[in-house]
């Protein structure tokens, strides 16, 4: 429990930091850089508590940052803009008008919904098979925002989303994503499904529902998705579905990768550094771009670089940078042992 | 002809093999006894390179082969047959023993002499020649794997537990079995939980007890000093 | 009559490409029981390489057959890049790699060729049709048919006949054992990739036969169907992922026929809920592998 309560601190403490750090610069970029972040962090949590503990790794996830996104958008863009900004929605909901900050919590209650409603046989698939499937879902998912015209406006930009998410908003359901995946690593439920993951015909044997347990562990990570989401959407106040596809996936999933995805920190850690990586690396494409060095548009170099980081990383450390431990234990352990000798 | 030097052999925290020394010279007949959990297959797997040794060494004709990899070792003369049998179970008997013949398989005459002689040797073989691996009773998967590694006409044969899970009238069988090839020269480095049966076969032995050498000897010499009720129970 | 002869046709064909490309998937999957994310990109490669190749006077055999060699390559690179280095270290791992590689292969023809689709030359036979029982045929279902028949007989000749085939198959069912029998286990596995690479770019060429175009993201759709093909044909066989796919080509061509035109658009996620039930019924698939008591 203290080593847990170690953990939240010093990550909280890191993430509050760079919530302050993006303040004081007084560079509205880093604001949004920061705030985005804060956004991925949510997501990469979220990913955290279904990946790290049933060892499954699930392709789905950004699937459901949009549904969370799109579902909160449709609450709360204002009357007056909905007819130009949603022109085939049903009637029904063309009157409800809800706040953004219930919305949000909708957008993650319906995330949560449908991951209950689509996943449960996924539940039952071995390693690869599940995968695979999480994968399709994640394809599924898109299919839909993309051609669902009445609620998402189809494959086209839908705009009018109040904008609500500031830095410390952003910081604040961060902060709170990253007490839920402590909470849910350190729960009965977490537990036994690490027990599951480590061993699965031994918690079979002592009576551990498998299945049901990853359907949980699942759910409660497309709620973290959903928030995280219908935050982004509200931040950014116009998105179209493509920001829900293959590139924010291969993102995420490096932040977890990267930092490591069995640990809390990894995740909160991973996030910070990729997020860094990223903006440094986009940034020199853009020089690069303008200083016209190179005959043609540089595009594709940052998400390439980070494609060989990821695979450096893996082969020499294949369970990220805190595969184990998390930070609060490693701190706890150093003591103890400088204490003995 | 093969030569290991305290071997020691790491699963993560667990030390399964602690330093063990063997020898086994051309044409012997050397058996490694001991109760579950001695020791005896880690150190087979080891020297057969299917596992890494996290010590010591492992010289065949005074070449080291500590760290040769499963192929080397097989393309080098040492034929094993692991504990889990490890039948194909989707492949035929025949196609089992094609396997057991890779290293050779461009020599196509002599490999099609050499599955004449284990169907002459093994004829339960020969009759389900096109069954599939898996459909075979134990005893005869038994004797599967071994024409098999001896159709890569090795010069050592390791053995892990041949007579595991076997019916005692099978045992026999595969005990006779190999008696012969002893008779036939064939160097094999036996594991046996069966003591005494193993002490029939062989010239001599090793005792291992918690992954260590408790004892050594010639045969007879094992078989009068050491209280084989005591080997199996772990005493 | 016309319909039945029609829709006879496009699942064949459709299938035979499905069968395939799920082939060359489970083909790695079964001997090294990792997943291959980058397996898409093959396609793509081969695409590029027509369309590189594409301006020079060589005979189009020559340059398809110039495709399906880098294709084979690219797989080869993949084993390389993506698996070898994190392969004994963990399943998770590899996964993470493989999508990594894939995603760089993609940014690289972003980055080197284009972002826009770029044409590739087709021979002019791919735009013909026959007549088959009155019905106009398009010749490339005919050619997709014939080289899918081909490829899989081949393909079931090197697994039952040849030692390498036995040899893959052993390995696929206890890569330790076989390589205690002397098998080397670098052959084999380039082997698999090989052969990958070979089935992926043959697929390739049809496929964008169909399209007449290549663009960067042109794998995704085949990588998706070789997946949902190997899980429900089951993931460790062969025969299975032929069945998977020659079944997915069955349902989609189905709903082609059967959906409204609104409905269209969602076809895929009729497929997928169609998939989700046969994995409901049957979470390891519909046909059984190799046994190994191991878990998939």
Redesign the interface.
Known sequence: MQRNILTLLILGVLIVAAALLAQFMGIRLYERIATTMFVSMILVLGLQVFMGNSGILSFAHIGFMGVGAYTSAVLSIPDRMKGMALPDLYPILETVQLSPYLSILAGGLVAALVAAALSYPLMRLSDAAAVITSFALLVVLHTVLTHWSAMTNGPRTLFGIPEATSLWLACGVALAALVGAIAFKESRAGQLLRASRDDEVAAAAIGIDITRLRWVGFILAALFAGIGGALWGHFVTSFSPRAFYLKETFLILSMLVIGGANTVTGAVIGTLIVTFAYEALRSLEATINEAGIMADQVIGLTEIVLALAMIAVLSLRPGGLFPAREIGTLLTLKRRKGGRS | MIDVKDLHVRYGAVHAVRGVSLSVADGELVTLLGANGAGKSSSILAIAGAIKASGGSVMLDGRDMTSANPEAMLRAGVATVPETRDVFPDLTVDQNLTLGAYARRRDRKSVAEDRARMFDMFPRLAERREQAGGTLSGGEQQMLVIARALMSRPRILLLDEPSLGLAPAIVDQIFQMIADLKAQKLTILLVEQNARKALQVADRAYVLRLGEVAGSGTAREIAASTDLDALYLGG | MDFAVQFIINVLSLGGAYALMALGLVLV?GIL?L?NFAYGELIMVAGYTLHLVGGSPLPWLVMAAVAVVMAMVAGLATDY??FR??RA?????V???S???S??L???A??FIS?RPRSVPLPEIFSQSVMIAGTPTPMRDIITIAAAVLLLGLFAFLMQKT?LG??M??AA??F??????????NLIISSAFAISGLLAGVVGILWIGRIGTVAPAIG?EPL?IA??A??IGG?RSLQGAVLGGFLLAFIDTTLNYTLSQDLL??R??FT?SL??LI??WR???LMKG??TGQ??
Do not use: E, H, W
């Open positions: 999957y029981k997943v890049v993506a280095p994190v270290k963990s399943v998770t791992a996964l993470i790699t999508f990594a590689f995603t760089l993609q940014n690289a972003l980055l972002p030692v036995i040899a198959r052993a069912t206890n330790t054992m076989a390589r205690m029998l002397g098998v080397p286990a995704l998706l997946f949902i190997c899980v993931m658009k969602f895929d996620a997928f998939v989700i994995l409901l979470p390891d698939g190799p046994a878990r998939t």
